[in-house]
């Protein structure tokens, strides 16, 4: 059993920056790759960053540029600095881990950006 704890959402003017943070309740190398997901109102969940157990990265195209998904292996957490933020880019942000078994889901923090 994974359990995964957000934090750092919150409301922020367009051109400002965020830091998400996701800490895992086990070891991050135990896990396959870890990443966020947002999804606004009425539109579905989509992907937005992953970072595997090897350190490889991989971004949705909406955020290249401005999102770094990092990791601190002592604090078993995962990060998403956000930077250039947009108003599109208001949702619930969720980080997800892949393990072997299944995959987890955290509860979920906002993010709203103001025009």
């Known amino acids: 059993q994974v359990q995964l704890v957000e934090s750092g959402g919150g409301l922020v003017q367009a051109g400002g920056s965020l830091r998400l943070s996701c800490a895992a309740s086990?070891?991050?190398?135990?896990?396959?790759?870890m990443g966020w997901f947002r999804q606004a109102p009425g539109k579905q969940r989509e992907f937005v960053a992953t970072i595997t157990s090897d350190g490889r990265t991989n971004y949705a195209d909406s955020v290249k540029g401005r999102f770094t998904i990092s990791r601190d292996s002592a604090k078993n957490t995962v990060y998403l600095q956000m930077n250039s933020l947009k108003p599109e880019d208001t949702a619930v942000y969720y980080c997800?881990?892949?393990?072997?078994?299944?995959?987890?889901w955290g509860q979920g923090t906002q993010v709203t950006v103001s025009s």
């Open positions: 997800k881990a892949d393990t072997m078994l299944r995959v987890y």
């Open positions: 086990v070891s991050i190398f135990s896990i396959n790759a």
